[in-house]
């Protein structure tokens, strides 16, 4: 495996520098070796575990796709149940930004060795409530927060200064704000809706700090991915027949120069979708038990599916494949599915934690 590879290979170097001299005739003394990269080159899968149980956990399976490594973040830091809902990730330069849900905290990480950095909140509500999903741009980190679940009105994406891991300020949202993405020096905030449903892209400018404008979507915008020309695509799930009050998806094209609208596919009424996902010139999204794949020059939703028989709590493309979570009960231990989009096979499942809800690569250091 590569780190016993790097640790015998440290070894050597130690005792091939222990051996030379120095121009006093001492021993040369070697810098302290750095931490192994036990983390680089390989999958992420963030565990949400179940709420109110402590069992949130990382799992990691290298490129190759060898053995599962399970609770990386535990077995590193020495701890045993660490947090409550493990939501996402975020990451800058080296560090991995761990979005904790219920334990209304973030643990920053060494994102190679996972070895604990600081934890941003985690006590006073006055720093974070319910934090869900972070980006980073200007060298500072934005969490979109519900807040109160029982205020609409509290709702917040938090500002977090990425060199003392503080919260700075909070910007004000509407309902729900969920999934972030950064482009240049706009934020763009999915108000789902938290527990209600809500159907707005808001725009926060990273230099100010505000919002500085919104846009309309369909209901419960899931999911936002940027296609090669800088477009971004807006996934709506739109609302669910429990609610009464059904309405379909919706799938929206947004020039990000003009900050407008541009194009929008519906559903049927009764179609859900979710987990956009966006490689070469393709997006991919879940609806239902199946997958769909259409060009984005496409005018009008594909009609026959790609996969069908599965069922994703994520999902992502990444170089050919298409790697799903399924959670499985959600109380046992879900796997993660990788396939070959290429004929649309199974390549291996692997077992990873209880509720697996996203799904991130980890490249060599310094890539």
Same mark, same amino acid.
């Given at each position: 495996?590569? @780190?016993?590879?790097?640790?015998?290979?440290?070894?050597?170097?130690?005792?091939? @520098?222990?051996?030379?001299?120095?121009?006093?005739?001492?021993?040369?003394?070697? !810098?302290?070796?750095?931490e192994?990269?036990?983390?680089?080159?390989?999958?992420?899968?963030?565990?949400?575990?179940?709420?109110?149980? *402590?069992?949130?956990?990382?799992?990691?399976?290298?490129?190759?796709?060898?053995?599962?490594?399970?609770?990386?973040?535990?077995?590193?830091?020495?701890?045993?149940?660490?947090?409550?809902?493990? &939501?996402?990730?975020?990451?800058? *330069?080296?560090?991995? %930004?761990?979005?904790?849900?219920?334990?209304?905290?973030?643990?920053?990480?060494?994102?190679?060795?996972?070895?604990?950095?600081?934890?941003?909140?985690?006590?006073?509500?006055?720093?974070?409530?319910?934090?869900?999903?972070?980006? #980073?741009a200007?060298?500072? *980190?934005?969490?979109?927060?519900?807040?109160?679940? +029982?205020?609409?009105?509290?709702?917040?994406?938090? #500002?977090?200064?990425? /060199?003392?891991y503080?919260?700075?300020?909070?910007?004000?949202v509407?309902?729900?704000?969920?999934?972030?993405?950064?482009?240049?020096?706009?934020?763009?905030?999915?108000?789902?809706?938290?527990?209600?449903?809500?159907?707005?892209?808001?725009?926060?400018?990273s230099?100010?700090?505000?919002?500085?404008?919104s846009?309309?979507?369909? /209901?419960?915008?899931?999911?936002?991915?940027?296609?090669?020309?800088?477009?971004?695509?807006?996934?709506?799930?739109?609302?669910?027949?429990?609610?009464?009050? /059904?309405?379909?998806? &919706?799938?929206?094209?947004?020039?990000? !120069?003009?900050?407008?609208?541009?194009?929008? @596919? +519906?559903? %049927?009424p009764?179609?859900?979708?979710?987990?956009l996902?966006?490689e070469?010139?393709?997006?991919?999204?879940?609806?239902?038990?199946?997958?769909?794949?259409?060009?984005?020059?496409?005018?009008?939703?594909?009609?026959?599916?790609?996969?069908?028989?599965?069922? %994703? =709590?994520?999902?992502?493309?990444?170089?050919?494949? @298409? =790697?799903?979570?399924?959670?499985?009960?959600?109380?046992?231990?879900?796997?993660?599915?990788? =396939?070959?989009?290429s004929?649309?096979?199974?390549?291996?499942?692997?077992?990873?934690?209880?509720?697996?809800?996203?799904?991130? %690569?980890?490249?060599?250091a310094? /890539?």
């Open positions: 495996m590569r @780190l016993k590879q790097l640790i015998l290979t440290t070894a050597a170097a130690v005792f091939l @520098l222990a051996s030379c001299s120095n121009d006093d005739g001492g021993p040369l003394v070697p !810098d302290p070796s750095p192994p990269l036990a983390f680089e080159n390989g999958i992420i899968v963030v565990n949400e575990g179940g709420i109110t149980s *402590g069992n949130a956990s990382i799992s990691f399976i290298p490129d190759d796709l060898s053995a599962v490594q399970h609770s990386i973040f535990g077995s590193a830091n020495g701890v045993d149940a660490w947090g409550d809902t493990a &939501q996402s990730m975020a990451f800058h *330069g080296n560090l991995g %930004f761990i979005v904790v849900n219920y334990s209304r905290k973030i643990e920053v990480v060494n994102r190679y060795t996972f070895t604990s950095v600081a934890t941003i909140g985690g006590g006073d509500e006055s720093e974070l409530m319910s934090p869900r999903y972070m980006a #980073v200007d060298g500072k *980190g934005y969490v979109s927060d519900w807040g109160d679940p +029982s205020d609409p009105e509290d709702d917040f994406v938090a #500002v977090i200064d990425l /060199e003392n503080a919260v700075t300020t909070k910007i004000p509407g309902e729900g704000p969920e999934r972030l993405l950064a482009k240049d020096n706009i934020i763009y905030v999915a108000l789902e809706g938290g527990y209600n449903f809500n159907n707005g892209i808001a725009m926060i400018d230099d100010s700090d505000t919002v500085t404008g846009l309309s979507v369909g /209901e419960g915008p899931n999911s936002l991915q940027l296609d090669a020309d800088g477009n971004l695509w807006v996934l709506s799930g739109g609302k669910p027949a429990y609610t009464e009050d /059904e309405t379909a998806g &919706q799938l929206n094209k947004i020039d990000t !120069d003009s900050r407008t609208v541009t194009e929008s @596919l +519906s559903f %049927f009764t179609e859900h979708p979710g987990h996902s966006y070469d010139g393709r997006l991919y999204y879940t609806l239902g038990a199946s997958v769909f794949m259409m060009d984005v020059s496409d005018v009008e939703l594909p009609e026959e599916p790609e996969m069908t028989g599965v069922f %994703f =709590y994520d999902m992502t493309v990444k170089e050919g494949k @298409l =790697y799903g979570a399924d959670a499985k009960d959600f109380a046992s231990n879900g796997s993660l599915e990788i =396939y070959d989009l004929d649309n096979s199974l390549i291996t499942s692997k077992e990873v934690g209880v509720n697996p809800g996203a799904i991130y %690569f980890n490249a060599a310094g /890539e």
